[in-house]
């Protein structure tokens, strides 16, 4: 059984940071992509980053480049997404995810997926 639980989210004025995390039990993660996207009402599901099995390559939406920082160890079998400046507009659920296939999760296409973490930016 493969379980990816999501750490960090909450409540934090625009401009601040906050450090995500991605614990993952049941699956060696350096076999898999690893990705976070994130979920609105309004927007749905949207991609935010991806990161290659060892890290050697990364993938940024518009949305967080310049922004957010993706990487993983694979030692404690875990994934992170950093996020600076931090604007209302990014409020959303933010969940982690697994994809054998680096090219298809920047298409949005995962294999194993986290109930995600609540971020709320304030204005």
């Known amino acids: 059984q493969v379980q990816l639980v999501e750490s960090g989210g909450g409540l934090v004025k625009s401009g601040g940071t906050l450090r995500l995390s991605c614990v993952v039990s049941g699956r060696k993660i350096n076999l898999d992509s690893l990705g976070w996207f994130r979920h609105t009402p309004g927007k749905g599901r949207e991609f935010v980053a991806a990161?290659?099995?060892?890290?050697?390559?990364?993938n940024y939406a518009d949305s967080g480049k310049g922004r957010f920082t993706i990487s993983r160890d694979n030692a404690r079998n875990t994934g992170y997404l950093q996020m600076t400046v931090l604007q209302p507009g990014d409020t959303a659920v933010y969940s982690c995810?697994?994809?054998?296939?680096?090219?298809?999760?920047?298409?949005?296409?995962?294999?194993?997926w986290g109930q995600g973490t609540q971020v709320t930016v304030s204005s």
């Open positions: 990161i290659s099995p060892v890290g050697g390559y990364t």
């Open positions: 995810a697994l994809c054998v296939s680096y090219s298809a999760m920047s298409s949005g296409r995962a294999d194993y």
